[in-house]
């Protein structure tokens, strides 16, 4: 958790998250460093995913959920993508109003990256999330995670995870979001 445009975290948190098709997530903190808040924030965030899990449904990327706009193809690499603009069909914390980037072979979702269609605390002013995928040991999952928060009273945070079995290196301070 980075605070402002701080490039030294004010903590580290390392957590093991299980995942059991189609609907059991757990997960268990295992290594904490630096200000408190930050594992207290990671613990919150770890129990909305794992509560979303058992909704699976519910807060899939899907038309019972979405509608979609197609608004461009780009390429990532040599890999050509299809982005889509979701619009949620409710207000709820666990949807998200922005874009998706989708694989044009596979259909695999890329990127996700938006606003919750419905602020997940009263403590939130303004958060922006960006989910990065791909393939690890075959499986496809979320990789890397940013959050950009607004924070009432304390100001702006970021949150940046990264699944350590994708990447080797432990990521830098993130980039921000105007």
């Not at 290594?31 to 899990?53: C, F």
């Not at 780009?74 to 109003?97: C, H, Q, T, W």
């Amino acid at each position: 958790m980075f605070r402002g445009y701080d490039k030294q975290p004010t903590s580290e948190v390392m957590a093991q998250i299980n995942f059991v098709p189609p609907d059991t997530k757990t997960y268990k903190i295992t290594q904490a460093r630096g200000n408190s808040r930050g594992e207290k924030m990671v613990r919150e965030l770890l129990d909305r995913e794992t509560e979303s899990a058992k909704k699976k449904r519910g807060s899939e990327i899907s038309r019972m959920n979405y509608d979609f706009v197609f608004l461009r193809q780009e390429n990532f690499g040599v890999v050509p993508e299809y982005v889509l603009r979701i619009v949620p069909k409710r207000k709820d914390r666990y949807l998200l109003r922005g874009q998706i980037w989708v694989d044009a072979s596979t259909f695999h979702i890329r990127r996700i990256e938006g606003v919750p269609a419905k602020s997940p605390s009263f403590w939130i002013k303004d958060i922006h999330i960006t989910l990065q995928y791909a393939e690890l040991n075959g499986v496809w999952i979320p990789v890397s995670f940013d959050a950009i928060a607004t924070v009432r009273l304390l100001g702006q945070y970021t949150l940046a995870g990264l699944n350590i079995g994708a990447a080797d290196p432990l990521p830098a301070a993130p980039k921000h979001y105007p």
